[in-house]
Each structure stands twice: as C-alpha cells, then as structure tokens.
C-alpha cells in the first residue's frame, strides 16, 4: 500500500514536471543476411537498435515517406539505434543486401 | 508488441529515463565484440548445395504451356520496334544468355552503357538490373522492351502487333484464359520462361554431391581461399554465388549505379548488382561496363586493383593473394561452368495469310522512325524503363 502511494506521488511528479515516461528500446538483429523478425510494431519515441552480429557490414535506411534516414554502414559487431518519432507504417531496408527487409509499424 | 523489448532502466520499478528525441540524438553507434565465424572445408561445402525446385510468385505461378509461350516471345525479334531485337539478341544462349560484349548494343546499334549480364538463375534474384531497379522479373522484362534505346517497342502497340498473328491469340488464350493478350500477359510469360532458365550441373555441384574427383586439388584450393582469404563469399555466396547484395568494388567509371535509385545512401554510389558466377567463364568480358577481360584480370582488381573512395564495399580491402592463389581461385570458378547443351530457338508463329496489309517498320532507321515512339538521344534518359544509360535527371 505504500509503495502504490509511493508509485503514484512519483507519477503525479512526474506529470507536474511535463516529463514524458520512459520508451522501449527494441533489439533487432542481423544475421546470415537476415533480420531476425520481419515486423515489428512500436509506440511513437521508442527506439530500435541494429545489431550487426554478422561477418560483414550492413546498412540501415528507410525510403518511406515521411521518414526517410540512412544510417550508414555498420561493421561486424557494431550496433546503431534509430528513434521512430513519427506514427505510421515505415519499410526499413539494408541497402547492400535487398533480400533484408523490416516493417516497423509505429503506433 | 510481440518483440523482445530491452528495458534500458533497471535501476528502480519506478524510475523514469527521460530519452531525447531530438534528431541529433536519434542514433547512435556502439560496438560489441562478436567473434568471427570459422568454418571447416566441409562446412562450407554445405552451403553450396543446388536447390530441389525453381521458385514462382504465386500471382504468377509455373504452367507449361505459359514457360512455352515465353520462350517463344523472347526469341521474337517482333517484340522491338523495329523488329530485329529480341530478348535472345543480347541474351544469348550460346554466351550463358549474355553476349560477349563490353558493353550492350540496341537499337539502330546504339551503343549501351554497361554490359549485358546473364539472365541465368534469376528466379532467385531480388531487386533486377544492375541498379536494381525493378522488383519482379515480370516489371524487367518490359523493361528493356520499351526502353528507347534497347528495343523501342511502342508498349501501347505491341498488344495490336501480336493479336494479328493468329498463333499467338492461340497461346495467350491457352496461358491466360479470358484475358488473351495483354502487355501483363507479356510480362508475365516472359517472366515464366526466364524463371525456368537455370545453370545445370556442373562439376563443382558433383563434388558438392560427394565426386571428389569431380575437381582438381588447385580448385579446391581455390574454393578454401573463396570462402576464406579472398572473401569472395561476402557477396558471391550459396549455391547460386551470389547473395543479390549491391557494392561498390571500386572500378574507376563515373556511373554511380544504385546511386541514381538509392539517392542519398552513401554505399550506394558507385553500386551495382552482385552478379551470379555460374557458367562465368562463357560469360567475359566482366563487371558492369565489362573492362575486364577474363577471371584472372577480376582476381587482379580484388587483390589490389580497386579505388579506395567513401562508397567502397566494406568488403574490398587489399588480399595480398600470391600468383598461385590467383590460379587457384581462377581453376575454382572454372568448376561452376555447367556446359549446358545448346538451347533450340522455337519456331516463331507466322503472320496472318489470310488478310491484306503491311509493315510500317523501318530496321535502318533511328528510334523517332517508328510511329508512336518519342525519340531519344543517346545517353539520355526520358523513360523510367530505361534498362543501361545511366539517367541523367
């Protein structure tokens, strides 16, 4: 009963200060020329990271309109992340091997 | 969601992480140790095994008679605008589908801008052309069909050419029935018989398949130097050597490639199609704009011939392979020679004999000659269908 009491003076803190909650961060990994899902589905702020845990280098870049990025090449056993800040349905892509493709529907 | 979600905050239930969302901070690098792979000989040799099946997109799936009538439209030169260019013409059978030239030649012997690559195997390949620019095989086959300076066939007339050759009224109402002759349909045929177009066995599958006599002790050396030192697997990996994947490997020409359809992606200037290496040795000269001249000159350019520019494939480094190990890897892609049989061109379906009328085609003339077809200068690029030119816009 105290720690709800507590929880919610944190909460009430919180929204006083105008501080949004906290996001997720979604892991995807590239392997063998592959994503390891296909699709995923977030909430707008969360964020993404790319794991390359393959032997060569990949490239992550979205075409879609509305938001377009590239992320550039990353290394074997190097990550990078991107944050989805915008709602909607967006094809992420690695440039160099075009069988590797993701949705990130983001709600 | 579904998906694993990694909690960054761990600290405390309630802690609360603010997260910055500003762009500047939206990515970031980090790097984790990951070992590198190493495979035995034998392990490699698993992933060269041919598949069982050729694979069809189920909006367009395999039927005898649609490979049949595909076969006969990509040998018809009737199929250009001034018609004498097939598909065949450049993809020629007797060069494993290519034609043996640096560069391509269309219509009224325009000279292309890269070489004409080889259409075997492409029921596996993914994102067509050398840029890439088409997603399905049934998009490419129009491609090169209208693409002024290839086989300048006026699409909007090429449905009234075909319907007054009676045999072929026949065959698209057998493939397609209700629905007869439509530029789909063309596509689609076409598309058909190329999916059925694949490398047959050769003695690099035998040895796959347990011959160990199938190749010789330097092709094997070859292929441990493929898989290892020469990092040719990179890209030119699986059975069909070559994973679709798109790189700069650092040849020293102004066309960007996949640059023109991937704007803005860095490692995409200067990109093109990693290409298949089945039946390679039938295929010379090699690369897009085909400078060089056999598979010793490609070694040559891997080990230490490349440009070194911000787009260059992470994969291209220097190999410091020695004279042998060029022979070598050159006796191993000797192996991937099939030696299919030659291919019978079909009879092509005759005329109408039965109704009066003429040609309004005119072979030596240039692409504004044909009715109906705007006119293009070389090297320009008004159509999006455009198969080699690099574009300009």
Redesign the interface.
């Known amino acids: 009963m105290r720690s709800k009491t507590?929880?919610s003076a944190?909460?009430m803190l919180?929204v006083v200060a105008g501080?949004?909650?906290?996001?997720?961060?979604?892991?995807i990994t590239q392997k063998a020329?592959k994503f390891d899902?296909k699709r995923?589905?977030?909430?707008k702020?969360d964020?993404v990271?790319f794991?390359?845990?393959d032997?060569?280098?990949h490239?992550i870049?979205s075409?879609s309109r509305g938001n377009?990025?590239?992320?550039?090449?990353?290394?074997?056993?190097?990550?990078?992340?991107?944050?989805f800040?915008k709602n909607g349905k967006f094809k992420v892509r690695c440039?160099?091997?075009?069988?590797m493709k993701l949705t990130v529907k983001v709600n | 969601m579904g998906v694993p979600v990694c909690n960054k905050n761990k600290l405390s239930k309630f802690a609360i992480t603010m997260v910055a969302t500003a762009s500047a901070f939206a990515t970031f690098v980090s790097t984790t140790a990951i070992s590198a792979e190493k495979k035995s000989r034998e392990e490699w040799k698993k992933e060269y095994v041919r598949p069982s099946t050729i694979p069809f997109p189920t909006d367009n799936p395999y039927t005898a008679a649609k490979a049949d009538l595909g076969r006969t439209l990509f040998f018809d030169p009737r199929l250009s605008g001034a018609n004498y260019i097939s598909c065949g013409t450049c993809h020629n059978p007797s060069f494993a589908w290519g034609d043996g030239l640096a560069k391509g030649i269309g219509h009224a012997m325009t000279r292309l801008g890269r070489r004409t690559p080889t259409i075997l195997n492409l029921a596996w390949g993914e994102d067509l052309m050398w840029d890439g620019r088409f997603e399905s095989l049934e998009q490419q086959a129009l491609g090169p069909m209208s693409a002024a300076v290839e086989m300048n066939q006026n699409m909007k007339a090429i449905v009234a050419e075909l319907e007054a050759i009676p045999e072929y009224r026949t065959l698209f109402n057998v493939s397609f029935p209700g629905k007869g002759i439509t530029v789909d349909n063309i596509a689609k045929a076409i598309a058909t018989f190329e999916r059925t177009v694949v490398s047959g066995v050769a003695p690099f599958d035998r040895w796959i398949a347990g011959d160990e006599n199938a190749i010789s002790a330097s092709a094997k050396r070859g292929f441990d130097l493929y898989n290892n030192k020469a990092n040719c697997v990179a890209c030119h990996s699986g059975w069909n050597f070559t994973d679709s994947s798109f790189h700069d490997i650092g040849l020293p020409d102004k066309d960007i490639g996949r640059g023109k359809i991937v704007p803005g992606v860095v490692v995409m200037q200067h990109a093109f199609k990693v290409p298949t290496l089945r039946n390679a040795v039938e295929r010379a000269p090699y690369m897009h704009d085909g400078s060089l001249k056999n598979l010793y000159s490609v070694v040559e350019h891997y080990d230490n011939g490349f440009v070194k520019r911000p787009s260059t494939s992470n994969e291209i480094y220097k190999l410091n392979l020695t004279q042998s190990e060029k022979t070598d890897l050159v006796e191993f892609m000797k192996t991937l020679s099939s030696k299919d049989a030659p291919v019978a061109l079909p009879r092509l379906p005759a005329y109408d004999q039965t109704v009066a009328g003429s040609l309004n085609v005119s072979p030596a003339a240039g692409p504004s000659a044909d009715s109906g077809t705007p006119s293009v200068q070389k090297g320009s690029c008004n159509t999006f269908l455009m198969h080699y030119i690099p574009c300009s816009k």
């Not at chain 1, 377009?68 to 944050?83: A, E, I, M, Q, Y």
Request: net charge positive.
């Open positions: 507590f929880a944190v909460a919180f501080v949004t909650p906290a996001n997720a961060e979604i892991v020329k899902k995923i589905e977030i909430k702020g964020s990271k794991i390359n845990a032997s060569i280098a490239n870049h075409r377009k990025f590239d992320l550039g090449v990353s290394k074997p056993g190097t990550s990078v992340s991107k944050v800040d440039a160099i091997h075009p069988k």
